[in-house]
């Protein structure tokens, strides 16, 4: 029997067989909820639509109560502790086998490969010629690692993994910002060489307005001195007529 067929026939059942108030539509909104999302925490589920505070919560009552409907239940390790979880019931599948398959995901999930071990990072800091650079190097190998603070400690000794992360962000924050300023001036200085050499750095589309406004004063005085280069050939043609005459 599925979950939803488990819902049909209890309605039809509690519609014939009960005439005060029962349970079934707890258990049918507990059907529905499962369908729903699938999978959930036994415990929260159970207090949600039982009633029950979650101080007082016993897994036996709640697997009682769980087994009335066509679920599976059974133990995962969540976060260093094992959960109740309940789902659809399928004849098709070994639970047993999900529960270690889920179990070794979350394991995998959960270990962080460690690149170098603590001896190869206390050599490497060895070699390093400053507290910076020794510094530097425990930012790395713990950053690359994604090690949390307590891993961080555990595993390399390093106790103030977030000061250091901090600290390597100022750095890195204030590098970028020299790093635009030199740029910034190197531009500047480009640009005050270029002046004295002649070159008026501006902006292309002040540059294009000038350029056209400089090709057309050539011209015009390219045409004005032919005008008076023909005046001036005229006027001693003239005259040479004259004397000759």
């Not at 039982?50 to 599976?72: E, T, Y």
């Not at 950053?143 to 400690?153: E, F, G, I, P």
């Not at 993994?161 to 790093?179: F, G, N, P, S």
């Amino acid at each position: 029997m599925t979950l939803n067929e488990f819902i049909v026939a209890r309605q039809e059942f509690c519609r014939h067989r009960h005439k005060e108030k029962c349970d079934c539509k707890k258990l049918i909104m507990v059907a529905a909820d499962i369908l729903q999302h699938r999978f959930l925490p036994l415990k929260d589920l159970f207090c949600k639509l039982f009633g029950c505070n979650p101080s007082k919560f016993k897994s036996d009552k709640a697997v009682s109560r769980m087994m009335q409907l066509p679920v599976a239940v059974f133990p995962l390790s969540m976060n260093g502790g094992q959960k109740l979880y309940v789902c659809e019931l399928n004849s098709c599948l070994d639970y047993s086998k999900l529960q270690v398959l889920i179990n070794g995901l979350q394991n995998k999930d959960a270990k962080k490969e460690v690149v170098i071990d603590k001896d190869m990072l206390q050599m490497l800091c060895e070699l390093a010629s400053s507290e910076k650079d020794r510094r530097l190097i425990k930012y790395a190998v713990c950053t690359s690692s994604q090690l949390s603070s307590t891993s961080a400690k555990n595993l390399y000794g390093v106790s103030d993994l977030a000061m250091l992360q901090k600290e390597v962000t100022q750095a890195l924050d204030e590098a970028q910002e020299i790093r635009e300023a030199v740029t910034k001036i190197a531009s500047i200085e480009k640009s005050v060489a270029l002046e004295k050499l002649g070159f008026v750095v501006s902006d292309s589309g002040e540059s294009s307005d000038s350029s056209s406004d400089g090709e057309e004063s050539v011209d015009d005085l390219s045409d004005n001195d032919a005008t008076s280069d023909n005046s001036e050939c005229l006027t001693g043609a003239k005259e040479n007529l004259s004397r000759s005459t």
